[in-house]
Every structure is written in C-alpha cells, then in structure tokens.
C-alpha cells in the first residue's frame, strides 16, 4: 500500500526549560502506511503529533506534510487532514449531531454527516449535548470529526484510550478500512499491542530520541537476536512490547550510568 | 463565508442554552431596572430639561448592565474555559481561521446585548413610559463603539488570563467597580467626592457618556469617543499580539 513520502520530519528539536523534548528526530511516512509511534510517557510523542499538525512550533529542524509547512501552511493542510487530539474538548452545549453539521460546514469537502453518525454509534446521541456524553462516547465523537473532511491523512493520538471493547474493535476495523482507502494514519499510542497489530511500521520513542523504526516483525526479531536472554527460557512468543521495554528500559540503564559518571 | 454563518447560527444557540450567561445579560439587566424605577420613579425634573429620573438613567443601565456583564464576564469566561478545555485546540486543528471562530463569538455577544437593550427599552417604556432614544441613526454607532470597547477590554483579560477561576476574579473585580462608580448604574452627583476621583479612570465612564449624550439628544461627545476608540485600539491590539504568541 505504500507510495510516495507523504511526512517528511528531519531533525525535529523541541525544548521546554531545560527539558529536551525533541532532540533530533527524523522519520518518514509513505502514502498509504500506517505509521505508529509508541513510548513511554514523557518520550515525546504528543509534541511530534502537536508539531506535524501544526498546533507547535519545532525549535529546530524541517516537517513536511504532504508537502506544507504545519505552521505556515497550516489552513491548506487542516484542509486534508484529520486530527484527534488526546486534549481537546467541545462547547459544553453543542450537540453531537450540530458539531459534525459545523465541522462539516468547515470544510470545502465533507462526507456524508449521517453515515459518520451511524458508523461510530452516536445515531441515538444526535441530540445530547457534549457535555452529558460519557467518555467512550466523546472519544468516538472525535474521531467522527476527524474523518469528516474525507481526509488524506489521518493523526490518531490514544484512538482507544476510554474505548469499551466494542469500540475498540470499531477504531481497529477503523484503521484497516482507512488504509484499503489509501488513507495514511499516523497512530499515537501505549498500547503497543494495538502498534503491533494495525501499524506497518512503528517508532519506537523515549526521551525525545528515536530509538528504533521498523516493521513490527523485524523490531522483534533484532529484539531476540540482541537480547541477553534470547528466545531460550522464553515461554511465549516475543511480542513487539518485549522489544519495546528491552528498549526503553535498556535507555534508562544507559542513562543512570553516564550520570553516575559524571 | 458558509463557514461563517453556520459558526454563528452555532454560536448563537449555544449562547441561548447558556443559562447563567443569559440571565445576566438579558434578565438581571430588567430586575434591576424594575428596582431602580420603582426607587426614583420618572416625574419630569425641570432642571433635566423636562427627563425623568429612569429617562436619564437608562442609557447608563444598557452600558453597565447589558454591555458591561457581556465584555467583563460573559465574553472572557466563555474564551477562558475554551482555552483551558481544549475547545480552542480542537478548532485550530480546522481550517477556520482563529480570528474567525474569536469574531463569531464577539458577534453573537453583541446581538445578545442589542436584544437586551431592546427589551430595556420597552421595559422603561411599558413601566414609566421613558423616552425612546432620540436618533437611531446615531444610537447605532455609538453603541457600537462602547460595546466594541469595552469588549475590547474582556478580550485583552481572557488572553491574559490562563483559568476560568482567574478570569471569573478578574471580572468581577473589574464589573462590580465599573458598574457602581462609572456612572452607569448610580448617578455621579450621589458619589462622594472621593470616590468620584475615580469615575473618569473608568472605560466604562465614557461610554455612559456617550451613549448618554446621543440617546438624550444632547450631540455626539468628542473627548469620549477619542478615549474609547483609544481603548478599543489598545486592548484590541494588546489581545491579538497575545493571541499570536500562543
């Protein structure tokens, strides 16, 4: 499903205070790729997503996201792209269906507002204000407005986070049916079970650095080969969270060391 | 332009549902006035060229009561806890410019004031029979520029402030004062000389002034409209060079 670069980041530097939140990333994303991006908390994610949508500006370094600038070109982009954001909310007063109709109205391109409603299970919502919506059901809210422009790219920041399981499954059938449309996502997430499953490539991220991009698969494979214990003494498969916690806790080792050091 | 319209018709709405926000702009403005009519009544006073006491005073209640309550409370808590909600974010993440979703926003608080004043207007009418303002044609603007700057002010204080906590202390320390000592709710002649020290540092003060003078038929009052239109260019310019540096 992959063609041409679609993101392009090089040399991504972001900084709060004295923290590095960015410190150098660089990555691209082909059109059609489902593109997942795991860390733990504090690695930088959110900041790479509030960069490439154009909510922050990078310190330092180049993004291009079908070809604009997120900051300076940030109206043709929001124009193509869809975005759901971890921290973002609605007036407590609008209605589920009057904020898709808005939304829609927004856009010089908008699919069907009705078919969103019915696909996320918010039909017997229309009429209930944000405000008395339960968590699940504004997290499918957000992501129905994210696809309301028929966007080329979509960025999905904790899809699941608050989902029952039900529509857990939706947001998975969800990503799938985006990428047959040729639709490339860009997933945000903890659970590296879902990167795994949905991503044809994952970044692995902690303390604004890149540590490892690959196809799950091989993520998992180099995690074996270089790992101490091996697939010896393993009672299961390896999984891409095995790889991802050698990883990141590997880094902080590393890290505790050179400051021991000093 | 779409767009825009259909962000309005939103806005609007929502502003309806507002309960609180709603019965400060359009229902407390009424109890208010029943109250103070009932006080001093409307017998004509000669030395007022013939104006009843609720004649004079109700320009002044529009200005403190209708426009006031909207630029100092209702405006910044509304844009305060967008922000703070991540209301704001979620829009930015469209291409609706961000002066757009502001103008809209201001727009709606303006025709909720027009419609408050309106039923001020037949109120005085209905109860002591006041006179109607003697110029549309000069009421429309000058309304204009005492609600664009005092509004200006409440734009200037919510992208100053960070929590709707903040932006509800803030306003209320500016309302409370300015409604009781710009003139607007109490006549300057009952204030002590101390206290009237204060009235002419008061942006509100002004705009009773003007709206006063056009609505009596006494002209168009120069000094406040300069200080006002200063008012809405400062704050105006203060509040979007805040807004650019989020």
């Known amino acids: ?262 | 332009m779409h767009a825009m319209m259909s962000l309005a018709w939103v806005e609007l709405k929502l502003s309806l549902r507002n309960v609180i926000g709603t019965f400060f702009t359009c229902v407390s403005p009424v109890l208010m006035i029943l109250l103070f009519g009932a006080m001093y009544g409307n017998a004509p006073n000669d030395s007022a060229g013939g104006l009843g006491a609720m004649d004079e005073a109700l320009p002044g209640y529009v200005v403190a009561l209708v426009i006031g309550s909207a630029a100092f409370m209702g405006l910044p808590i509304e844009l305060v806890s967008r922000r703070q909600s991540g209301v704001l974010r979620r829009f930015r993440l469209t291409p609706l410019p961000a002066w757009a979703a502001l103008l809209s926003l201001v727009a709606v608080n303006l025709v909720v004031c027009i419609c408050a004043t309106a039923v001020l207007i037949g109120t005085g009418a209905a109860a002591w029979r006041t006179r109607l303002p003697s110029s549309l044609l000069l009421l429309v603007p000058s309304f204009l520029l005492c609600a664009g700057s005092q509004f200006s002010i409440g734009l200037l204080i919510s992208s100053a402030l960070r929590s709707t906590k903040a932006a509800l202390a803030v306003g209320m320390a500016l309302f409370y004062p300015m409604m009781f000592l710009s003139g607007g709710t109490i006549p300057i002649e009952y204030l002590p000389a101390s206290l009237r020290v204060i009235t002419p540092f008061l942006p509100m003060s002004w705009a009773v002034r003007l709206l006063g003078g056009v609505w009596q038929g006494s002209g168009w009052d120069a000094l406040s409209t300069g200080i006002l239109a200063l008012v809405l260019a400062v704050c105006g310019a203060g509040a979007a060079l805040l807004a650019r540096r989020e």
């Open chain 1, 1 to 262: 499903m992959s063609g041409a670069e679609i993101i392009s980041v090089r040399g991504l530097r972001k900084r709060y205070g004295t923290v590095m939140a960015l410190d150098g990333v660089s990555f691209s994303v082909d059109s059609g790729e489902a593109f997942g991006i795991v860390g733990p908390n504090g690695a930088g994610k959110t900041t790479i997503m509030e960069c490439l949508v154009g909510l922050r500006k990078a310190d330092g370094g180049e993004i291009r996201v079908l070809g604009l600038d997120p900051v300076h070109q940030g109206r043709r982009l929001h124009e193509r792209i869809g975005v759901q954001l971890q921290e973002s909310a609605l007036p407590e007063a609008i209605k589920v269906e009057e904020a898709l109709c808005l939304f829609a109205s927004l856009y010089p391109h908008a699919v069907d507002t009705r078919a969103l409603l019915s696909c996320w299970g918010l039909e017997q919502k229309r009429k209930v204000r944000f405000a008395a919506l339960s968590g699940g059901q504004r997290q499918r809210l957000f992501i129905a407005l994210a696809l309301v422009n028929d966007p080329t790219v979509v960025f999905l920041d904790e899809l699941t986070a608050g989902l029952d399981p039900k529509a857990r499954r939706a947001s998975w059938n969800l990503i799938d049916d985006l990428r047959v449309r040729g639709v490339t996502v860009v997933l945000v997430t903890h659970a590296i079970e879902e990167a795994e499953a949905l991503c044809d490539r994952v970044a692995i991220m902690d303390h604004g650095r890149l540590l490892a991009l690959d196809t799950p698969g091989r993520l998992i494979r180099d995690m074996v080969r270089d790992s101490a214990v091996g697939s010896r003494g393993r009672r299961r498969a390896a999984t891409l969270e095995d790889a991802y916690l050698a990883m990141t806790s590997g880094a902080a080792a590393e890290r505790k060391a050179s400051r021991c050091m000093q």
